[in-house]
């Protein structure tokens, strides 16, 4: 079995890592370079930036700090926002990425998911997929930073994504999102289910039990292979060694820090 992974998600806008509410009512919450050093020192697993303004102002993601962040890191990290083309994906690579994350571009252009991992292997592309619950039932994928409805229905964007090679997929609750009420596990339960990649839960972590539910294998859980986190560790409500020894007191296939 693989490990279970919790990752550090660090939204960057303008230079700063911000955090919001459902993705609204952004606030500053540091400097990333600083805040990525500090998760990997404490012994997060990978961790992710998602440049959140890229794609909503048609510019590409901040290179420099990519390659600032890879000459002070030690672990496995993930780039995204405004990816546009293999062009772009090849220079944050070359900048220090391991991972590109790819949301907006995705969609408009479907086949940039498949030239990628033809290019640099699928383990290197995760495809996000920001969702929001239809009142109907079911959820819609969001683009431009959650500003805009594609109508496209999430499990099957899932699946089309993961046929095109996406190595992973990082899955937003948007309704969710920073407001530590929990996970939907539903949602997460519904993608993991669909899907033969692994999924990333993100989006409303509160507490220990909520990061376990996303991780547990068992009927009622959520059955991600990750838990994105984000204000329960920016605000220090919790730290990356306090989830880890929780995670392995249930019996959680968490790879524990290292003395």
């Not at 949602?187 to 539910?213: E, N």
């Not at 009927?219 to 990750?226: R, W």
Request: aromatic letters at 4%.
């Amino acid at each position: 079995m693989v490990a279970l992974r919790l990752i550090p998600c660090l939204d960057v806008a303008k230079g700063r890592v911000v955090k919001g509410v459902n993705f609204v009512g952004l606030r500053d919450a540091g400097d990333p370079v600083e805040l990525a050093c500090r998760y990997s020192q404490a012994g997060a697993d990978e961790l992710v930036f998602l440049d959140i303004a890229a794609s909503h102002e048609g510019r590409a993601t901040l290179v420099e700090m990519v390659r600032r962040t890879s000459e002070q890191v030690t672990i496995p990290f993930t780039v995204g926002g405004g990816i546009a083309s293999v062009e772009g994906i090849t220079e944050l690579l070359r900048a220090g990425a391991d991972k590109v994350s790819l949301n907006s571009s995705a969609v408009r252009r479907p086949e940039l998911v498949k030239d990628g991992a033809g290019r640099f292997g699928c383990q290197c592309i995760v495809v996000a997929i920001d969702a929001r619950r239809r009142e109907a039932g079911g959820w819609d994928v969001y683009v431009k930073g959650g500003r805009e409805n594609t109508g496209l229905d999430v499990i099957a964007w899932a699946r089309q994504v993961a046929e095109l090679g996406a190595g992973e997929i990082l899955l937003t609750s948007m309704d969710g999102d920073g407001t530590q009420a929990g996970y939907d596990l539903e949602l997460t339960r519904a993608v993991a289910q669909a899907v033969p990649v692994p999924v990333i839960a993100s989006g409303g972590a509160g507490c220990l039990d909520h990061i376990a539910a996303a991780l547990d294998e068992g009927p009622d859980g959520g059955q991600a292979s990750a838990a994105l986190l984000a204000s329960l560790l920016h605000d220090g409500i919790l730290t990356v060694e306090a989830i880890k020894a929780d995670l392995l007191s249930r019996g959680l296939m968490i790879r524990p820090l290292e003395a």
